[in-house]
């Protein structure tokens, strides 16, 4: 059985998916982008401050869920331009242990959407 698990502290989805999905103890969480949900607009001052956004907005969904940054498993970073790897890297370490710090891969890719420079979507356990 599958519980859908929405907030207003995160991007509404704009087509027909959730914000996330929990499964027994696993909460899927759809990919994010740098999209403030307080006015809607997107957040694309640098890569650090985009990535950031991503990275709230993972948040709030994870709150949502009784959950945090600690209960993340698995990460899938999109990112347009590899050679942002380092600044992303940096603003990504700040949110976990790196003695715990989830499985990840991070990959390049043709185009996100709103074409946004990175996008992670991420798997937690409880």
Do not use: C, H
Not at 28 to 37: E, K
Not at 64 to 73: L, P, Q, R
Request: glycine residues 4%; aromatic residues 8%; without cysteine.
């Amino acid at each position: 059985m599958k519980t859908i698990i929405n907030t207003e502290n995160a991007p509404a989805p704009v087509g027909p998916y959730n914000q996330s999905v929990k499964v027994g103890n696993m909460l899927f969480i759809s990919g994010q982008i740098a999209l403030d949900p307080t006015n809607g607009e997107l957040i694309l001052t640098s890569i650090e401050d985009e990535t950031e956004q991503v990275m709230k907005n993972l948040g709030a969904v994870l709150s949502k869920a009784g959950m945090n940054y600690e209960n993340i498993v698995k990460a899938s970073v999109f990112v347009k331009d590899m050679n942002l790897y380092s600044r992303i890297n940096a603003v990504y370490a700040k949110y976990f242990d790196e003695a715990t710090a989830p499985a990840r891969e991070l990959v390049e890719v043709a185009n996100l959407p709103k074409f946004v420079n990175i996008e992670i979507s991420v798997i937690a356990a409880d």
